[in-house]
């Protein structure tokens, strides 16, 4: 069965700072893995996805992340954060095998960009 | 407009009521899903239907019930709701043909148990 660990529950960085969000996932197949982010009072959106190809991956937002197999991870980074990135974060994975692709979703990282 | 809606968007209901939140699509997906959304727990499947003949029970299908009324409407009832039910409510809609489960999701509903 898989599952996805968000290794910060709270990630407070400065404006204008680089910021990353640590997930790692556990599968015993091929995933597929996602970010998505919920600003306040909204539903989420997708950020960026991992398919397969590149496992450097760019999302909306000037966000990007790294697929690495060998560490099982996906983590979320940004050279230079703004006040409007403050928002929960949540990471993702699927497996395509058999077809359900149901995706089981971590428990959130809180970014919290100060002036 | 939105290609996933959210009925009703705010709920407060006492215990032991019998609520129904509904949700509505203009994506054409056959996959939807219900989510509840509790602090420092993330998103938990409730359930999740892939056609209009096809319901199936998710994580924590306890005390909630499903119906699929159409390819575009999914909603979801709690019998007699309680105190522990009060969270975010989310519904969301994936692609069947050539998916990856990217999930496409609704604004959400917050309901409130009193």
């Known amino acids: 069965a898989q599952s996805v660990t968000q290794l910060d529950s709270q990630v407070p960085v400065f404006e204008e700072a680089p910021v990353e969000l640590r997930c790692n996932y556990s599968?015993?197949?091929?995933?597929?893995l996602f970010w998505y982010v919920q600003y306040p009072n909204q539903g989420l959106q997708l950020l960026l996805k991992y398919l397969s190809g590149s496992t450097l991956v760019k999302g909306i937002n000037g966000f990007e992340a790294e697929f690495n197999k060998s560490q099982t991870s996906f983590h979320l980074r940004k050279p230079s954060v703004h006040i409007s990135d403050t928002a929960e974060y949540f990471c993702a994975v699927s497996e395509p095998s058999g077809g359900s692709y149901i995706p089981t979703f971590g428990r959130g990282t809180s970014l919290i960009v100060h002036p | 407009d939105a290609d996933v809606t959210q009925t009703p968007r705010n709920r407060i209901t006492k215990t032991g009521k019998r609520i129904m939140l509904e949700c509505s699509q203009t994506k054409g997906h056959d996959r939807m899903y219900w989510y509840r959304q509790d602090p420092g727990l993330g998103l938990r499947l409730i359930y999740y239907?892939?056609?209009?003949?096809?319901?199936n029970k998710g994580e924590i299908s306890d005390g909630y019930s499903v119906s699929r009324q159409a390819q575009a409407k999914f909603s979801l009832s709690l019998e007699s709701a309680i105190p522990n039910q009060t969270a975010l409510y989310f519904c969301?809609?994936?692609?069947?043909?050539?998916?990856?489960?990217?999930?496409?999701f609704g604004p959400g509903t917050r309901l409130t148990v009193t």
């Open positions: 969301a809609t994936s692609e069947t043909t050539g998916g990856s489960g990217e999930q496409y």
């Open positions: 239907s892939f056609d209009v003949k096809d319901i």
């Open positions: 599968s015993s197949v091929s995933v597929y």
